[in-house]
């Protein structure tokens, strides 16, 4: 079984910064694409980044690219978020993923795990 929990969201001006966290239980972190996800009321879940397993390739949204960065520790077992730059429309509830199938991962359907979810708020 493997669990994630969040950590790092907060309220933050715009134009701030924010780093959220991952922590991935288990000994198979190395094993597993891992993802960010963020879901604002009444909209639906959205797709924000992804990281392989092996940390070489990295996929993000059309909404975040260039603000956020995705990255995995893995002696931590733990992947991160940065944020820069924010805006208010990226105030949501942000949720870790992880999937042994990186394609699966990017859908964001039938993913293996998810985590609690942080919430990120954003001021104008």
């Known amino acids: 079984q493997v669990q994630l929990v969040e950590s790092g969201g907060g309220l933050v001006q715009a134009g701030g910064s924010l780093r959220l966290s991952c922590a991935v239980s288990?000994?198979?972190?190395?094993?597993?694409?891992m993802g960010w996800f963020r879901q604002a009321p009444g909209k639906e879940r959205e797709f924000v980044a992804s990281?392989?397993?092996?940390?070489?390739?990295?996929t993000y949204g059309d909404s975040v690219k260039g603000r956020f960065t995705i990255s995995r520790e893995y002696a931590k077992n733990t992947v991160y978020l940065q944020m820069i730059s924010l805006k208010p429309e990226d105030t949501a509830v942000y949720y870790c993923?992880?999937?042994?199938?990186?394609?699966?991962?990017?859908?964001?359907?039938?993913?293996?795990?998810w985590g609690q979810g942080t919430q990120v708020t954003v001021s104008s």
């Open positions: 993923a992880a999937d042994q199938n990186l394609n699966i991962l990017r859908s964001g359907v039938k993913v293996d795990y």
């Open positions: 288990g000994r198979t972190f190395s094993t597993y694409a």
């Open positions: 990281i392989s397993s092996s940390g070489g390739s990295t």
